[in-house]
């Protein structure tokens, strides 16, 4: 069965519940307000656009987003604060993609962390010298790197860094708004960040060896 | 209380992300004041951060990808009769 499909027999199904079924006492705040679809369109975008940061593939993006949108159907009686719902697809969509991730076995595997902590890209680029006349070397170096590179070596991290990392560089939440989202301590979203920002440094020193910007690189 | 260069950095994304605050916000920008070695260092992330940002910001919703997705959701709208 569709996703399109599936979502129509659940938005029949939940029909009911949605406006609130006769008799039975209205203990949810979500659909005593607004509907779901009020509360959840304006947001479709963000949706989508964080699927793609977080996937690399529209075609996946299209089908995360409404996969997103038929749980957030099925929980949205369980929506307490209407106010917090863009946080709350933000959450449904990171957890699909950790499922995804999982069961297709796509982690990709990480040296070890004190080796990972270790790299720092400012000391690579600093002792490799790639612009040797250059008076802003670091400045020019990230100049160089085009959106398809980032966002190549931010699918190169691990999803369990990569999605806090995006959630901050495009949504600008907070520490405490990631650690709603993620469903994890505070302290765990700062490791998370600080070991995804390391894995992303690394990422770009590899793709600057591979264009032959710096003279590592050994094919 | 000083603080060592290795400490300083390793509280520069925390600092770049508004999240430091009380002393260790004091006693790295003391540091900060310092430490020109620290101050380059920081203003790299801060351009890392900046240019990750910036390459990731393009991203507009493809129309077929619109109408799909909206296809889907309008038949919410009418399974809850509105």
Redesign the interface.
């Given at each position: 069965m569709g996703?399109?499909q599936n979502?129509?027999q659940q938005?029949?199904l939940?029909?009911s519940q949605?406006?609130g079924s006769p008799g039975t006492p209205d203990l949810h705040s979500s659909s005593r307000c607004s509907?779901?679809?009020e509360l959840?369109?304006p947001h479709?975008?963000a949706v989508?656009?964080l699927a793609?940061?977080l996937t690399g593939s529209?075609v996946t993006a299209?089908d995360l987003?409404?996969e997103t949108?038929l749980k957030a159907?099925q929980a949205f009686p369980s929506l307490r604060e209407p106010s917090r719902v863009r946080a709350w697809l933000f959450q449904i969509l990171s957890r699909l993609v950790t499922d995804r991730h999982r069961s297709g076995n796509h982690e990709v595997p990480i040296e070890e962390l004190t080796d990972l902590e270790r790299f720092?890209?400012?000391d690579r680029i600093a002792e490799e010298d790639p612009f040797p006349y250059s008076d802003r070397l670091?400045?020019d170096f990230?100049?160089q790197?085009?959106?398809d590179?980032?966002?190549r070596a931010?699918q190169s991290v691990p999803e369990v860094y990569r999605t806090p990392l995006?959630l901050?560089?495009?949504e600008e939440l907070?520490?405490r708004e990631l650690a709603d989202v993620l469903g994890c301590p505070v302290g765990t979203v700062?490791s998370r960040?600080?070991r995804g920002?390391k894995v992303?440094?690394r990422a770009l020193w590899d793709c600057a060896k591979r264009r032959g910007w710096v003279k590592e690189w050994k094919p | 209380m000083n603080l060592k260069c290795e400490e300083a950095v390793r509280q520069f994304f925390t600092y770049l992300d508004h999240s430091l605050a009380g002393e260790p916000l004091e006693t790295l920008e003391e540091h900060l004041r310092e430490c020109l070695d620290c101050c380059e260092r920081l203003e790299f992330s801060r351009q890392l951060d900046g240019v990750v940002r910036a390459r990731l910001e393009a991203g507009i919703v493809p129309a077929g990808v619109e109408d799909r997705l909206r296809k889907c959701l309008a038949n919410l709208k009418g399974a809850q009769g509105g």
């Open positions: 996703v399109e979502l129509r938005s029949s939940k029909a949605l406006a509907s779901f679809e959840t369109v479709l975008h989508y656009r793609v940061r529209a299209e987003t409404q949108y159907l720092s890209l400012y670091h400045q990230l100049s790197f085009e959106d590179d980032v966002q931010l995006v901050l560089y495009t907070s520490y700062m960040l600080y920002r992303l440094e | -």
